[in-house]
């Protein structure tokens, strides 16, 4: 009844609300189609405001154009009539504006008449709604007092059923706890005569128990009299061997305070050897104490001079490698025109002399500029390079260390698909996933690549350790060429010369990669020169 009541004004409500609905979308779709229009006019407005704008500066400049020629008219009957025809032109461009802003003008009045009809149309719409709910509360209120009544019967139905069933429940109730007592007390009067019986019994059986107890405790008293009498006799035997004992105890005691005066004397004896012994040693080491002082002050005066040997050293040496090279920038430009001149004459002996066909030498170290020379020259000496097998050697150890702080400085350049891989394996699949993706990020393609990052790192991890050569080290420190010593911030400028080296190698043209190539292979040889001559100055600094 309940759930059929509610259904009942289910429908009542949603009723109303269903009509409530139909003018909201009504409301709703006028609303969008208002919209729809607006924005088709908003986009006729703008494509007329554009065309107005360019047909008036297309006019204003041709009307400027005019003024200037007027300047130069000297007719005054011309002049006047080229004013009058530049006045009817600048009438027209501004009667042109002047109807835009009058149709403008007149859009806006039909939006204030629009807006005027959309509040007519939402005050009818809220009177309905208003109607509506009013009409709503007068059949819902009907509804709930008519369903309460309905309800409020059906209760009052159910708890007469509900009396009628629990008065039956409760009479027969009443009938089993009768019938329950008079079994209870007929069990009862049973118990009471069983438990008599059981009683008398129990009493003729204690009796007995007594009897028995009695007797067995008077010969228990009779045994323990006699044990009593033979552990007399065992005390008193003890107690004559306690006695001897003692005095053998005693006899003891006064042989240990003599051995104990003995050992006082020999105590007091060789504690006077031990305080003449410690004298002694206190004497020497204030000996040696002023012997140390003595040489460390020698040994800091040697190493004084050591060190300032050693700076003047370096500072020569940076000015004779400075020197060479500068005295090698100033030749190196001539040699290679003179260089270019022999092959060119070498070609021409081979060709129009011997008649033989030219191949440019396989020997490259001075990386001279043969373009000049003819187009099949070029492409033998390509096939001969492409044979030749790569020479660059790249130490593992570095591009270990190389890749190692590129990996812990520059985690940036990791991707994030890379990390998620990274997840779950060991520490060398890690290593070597972040590897690939730093050489994909900074665009290694070539082993020619990593050698010029290495070169790069080692150049900066080399004037790093001239610095550290320069300090005051203690002597005997030395620094291993081969470890990586670059600043974390000197990181990022690394990579940017990197870059940019790549992109000038990508850049440039056949003639200038061959002078890049040249010029890092120099580099390198020089490079490599000077880390041997240190390697070798810091093993004889090892061996002294």
């Not at 993706?437 to 990593?450: A, C, P, Q």
């Amino acid at each position: 009844t309940i759930k059929e009541s509610k259904g009942h004004l289910e429908r009542q409500k949603r009723t109303t609300w269903d009509e409530v609905s139909r003018i909201r979308i009504e409301a709703d779709d006028l609303e969008n189609k208002r919209r729809q229009k607006e924005d088709k006019r908003r986009v006729d407005r703008y494509q007329m405001i554009r065309n107005e704008t360019i047909q008036s500066s297309t006019k204003n400049e041709a009307a400027q154009i005019k003024w200037d020629d007027l300047l130069s008219l000297e007719n005054c009957e011309e002049l006047f009539e080229k004013i009058q025809e530049q006045k009817r032109e600048c009438m027209d461009i501004i009667e042109t504006k002047q109807k835009l802003i009058e149709e403008f003008i007149e859009e806006l009045k039909e939006k204030d008449a629009f807006y005027v009809k959309s509040l007519a149309k939402q005050e009818e719409d809220i009177d309905k709604i208003i109607e509506l709910m009013r009409k709503q509360y007068t059949t819902m209120r009907d509804e709930y007092a008519t369903q309460l009544q309905v309800i409020e019967d059906a209760f009052l139905a159910e708890r007469a059923e509900l009396l009628n069933a629990n008065r039956q429940e409760i009479d027969e109730l009443f009938k089993r706890h009768r019938e329950l007592e008079e079994k209870y007390n007929y069990d009862r009067l049973a118990m009471e005569e069983a438990n008599a019986d059981e009683l008398e019994n129990k009493r003729e059986d204690d009796a007995n128990n007594l009897q028995r107890t009695k007797v067995s405790v008077e010969n228990n008293l009779q045994a323990l009299e006699t044990y009593m009498e033979e552990m007399k006799a065992v005390y008193q035997l003890n107690l004559e061997k306690l006695s001897y004992n003692v005095k053998i105890l005693q006899e003891r005691a006064s042989e240990n305070e003599t051995t104990i005066s003995d050992l006082t004397r020999r105590k007091r004896n060789l504690k006077t050897s031990y305080l003449n012994l410690n004298a002694k040693v206190e004497k020497k080491e204030e000996e040696f104490m002023r012997a140390n002082a003595a040489l460390t002050d020698k040994f800091k005066k040697m190493s004084k001079a050591f060190n300032e040997l050693r700076k003047k050293f370096r500072h020569f040496e940076k000015a004779d490698t400075q020197r060479f090279n500068e005295i090698w920038a100033m030749n190196e430009a001539e040699v290679k025109d003179l260089a270019s001149k022999v092959l060119k004459c070498d070609k021409i002996i081979y060709e129009q002399q011997l008649g033989l066909q030219w191949a440019p030498p396989e020997d490259s170290s001075l990386n001279i500029d043969i373009g000049s020379v003819s187009e099949h020259s070029s492409k033998v000496k390509e096939d001969s390079v492409s044979k030749q097998p790569s020479t660059i050697q790249v130490s593992m150890g570095k591009i270990k260390q190389v890749f190692s702080l590129l990996v812990s400085e520059c985690s940036f350049l990791l991707e994030d698909k890379v990390r998620d891989q990274c997840i779950g394996k060991s520490e060398k699949e890690q290593f070597t996933l972040k590897i690939d993706s730093i050489r994909k990020t900074l665009g290694i393609e070539t082993m020619d690549d990593v050698q010029t990052l290495i070169n790069l790192f080692y150049d900066q991890s080399s004037n790093r350790r001239d610095e550290l050569y320069e300090s005051d080290l203690e002597p005997g420190d030395s620094i291993d060429p081969d470890i990586l010593i670059v600043h974390p911030d000197s990181v990022i400028e690394i990579l940017n010369e990197f870059n940019e080296v790549k992109n000038e190698r990508k850049g440039g043209g056949s003639v200038n990669k061959g002078n890049e190539a040249s010029a890092l292979s120099m580099k390198s040889m020089s490079a490599n020169t000077e880390k041997e001559r240190r390697a070798k100055i810091l093993e004889d600094e090892k061996k002294h």
